[in-house]
């Protein structure tokens, strides 16, 4: 029987089980952008994060609209896919795209966590029970698979043969999109004597403030005039380096803690001079290419996603194990790039208006109703 709306278009249930900033961001931008299809949406708050992740499944159990028939589901990272189809027989045989905003594999240990392979496990049967796995960057995608055979590799006996590869065969890079209204041309010149840094980040530890701290350290020690802007989301408990940079550098401070105006952001984007990341965990990096879509320079580690869009010369060596190196490193870059600013490298690629077209083909694809090359 079809699942079709009554308008005729193809019926979709997007499901979010943990709606975080970037989660609910690509979720309310991806049915904006694909009014070709019908959306049903359900969406839990991002909160109790070890009982989402395991419990999602158990929490729609009684949900209307999982009662209903669709043409195909689009479930986040979070969803327990495997424990949905099986709650709900009707869509066992419902096609389904995983879209991996992260993955449990490759997150790194805050060492206040209590261990469980639960995440890591909702991940990987969820991977096997789509038909296509989409991921935000090609460095989650490998890293995830990297990470889950190593897992399976500690297993005792029971593995199927090919489970990766398989997994790798139906697998495909799809980033969140930058919205077009970031990409303008800038009215501003590059300040190079006393550039405005901005660091916009969640304020959590992996995002390595303390790295951000011995940076400026650096930078003052060897006489590098600067201004700052530090913004993000912000949470109860905050890295203890937050409150020394706001210490020490109160009198260089342009902007300091989260905007709720988006406009105030987006206007912030287009006025700094230098975006910094110095982190230790981003799948993809939105808040980096937002600022590089608005024209600012980057300035970012040699890790994580950020060798697929900031050119090699704005990325600073990685020693992770090493933190006063790696700042050391990262403050000599900077002083480099400010001597001779570079051009903004502006991630085209990246764009909503390009993006929506992929997003549209693999939709499409994986409905039966066109091929991807």
Request: hydrophobic residues 40%.
């Amino acid at each position: 029987m079809s699942s079709h709306s009554p308008d005729h278009r193809p019926r979709i249930l997007l499901l979010s089980a943990y709606d975080a900033g970037s989660h609910k961001r690509w979720r309310e931008q991806l049915v904006a952008s694909q009014p070709e299809f019908h959306w049903e949406v359900l969406a839990l708050p991002p909160r109790f994060f070890r009982w989402r992740i395991r419990g999602n499944a158990l929490t729609w159990l009684q949900e209307p609209a999982l009662k209903a028939s669709y043409d195909l589901l689009i479930v986040t990272s979070m969803v327990d896919l495997a424990s949905l189809k099986g709650f709900h027989p009707h869509l066992a045989r419902t096609p389904a795209i995983l879209y991996m905003h992260e993955n449990q594999f490759a997150y790194p240990d805050s060492g206040q966590q209590h261990s469980s392979a639960d995440p890591k496990i909702v991940n990987l049967y969820s991977a096997v029970a789509a038909d296509q796995v989409v991921f935000n960057s090609a460095w989650n995608r490998d890293s995830f698979l990297e990470g889950a055979d190593r897992f399976l590799a500690k297993m005792p006996d029971g593995l199927p043969h090919g489970l990766i590869p398989g997994i790798r065969e139906k697998s495909r890079v799809l980033p969140v999109p930058i919205e077009d209204r970031l990409f303008l041309k800038r009215s501003m010149a590059f300040n190079a004597q006393c550039p405005h840094l901005l660091w916009n980040h969640r304020w959590e530890y992996d995002k390595a403030p303390d790295r951000l701290l011995r940076l400026l350290d650096a930078l003052t020690a060897a006489g590098q005039n600067f201004r700052l802007s530090v913004v993000g989301e912000q949470f109860r408990s905050q890295p203890e380096a937050l409150s020394l940079i706001h210490e020490r550098y109160r009198a260089r401070i342009v902007h300091w803690g989260f905007l709720e105006s988006r406009a105030d952001y987006d206007c912030l984007l287009a006025e700094a001079d230098v975006v910094i990341s110095t982190a230790l965990h981003d799948f993809q990096g939105l808040s980096v290419l937002e600022a590089m879509a608005s024209g600012c320079v980057a300035l970012a580690p040699d890790r994580l996603a950020y060798p697929e869009y900031v050119p090699a010369q704005q990325r600073y060596p990685t020693y992770p194990d090493d933190p006063a190196v790696e700042a050391d490193a990262a403050a000599g870059l900077l002083r480099q790039l400010l001597q001779h600013p570079p051009e903004a490298c502006v991630p085209q690629a990246w764009r909503l208006s390009e993006l929506n077209k992929k997003y549209y083909k693999v939709i499409s694809a994986t409905l039966g109703q066109l091929t991807v090359c």
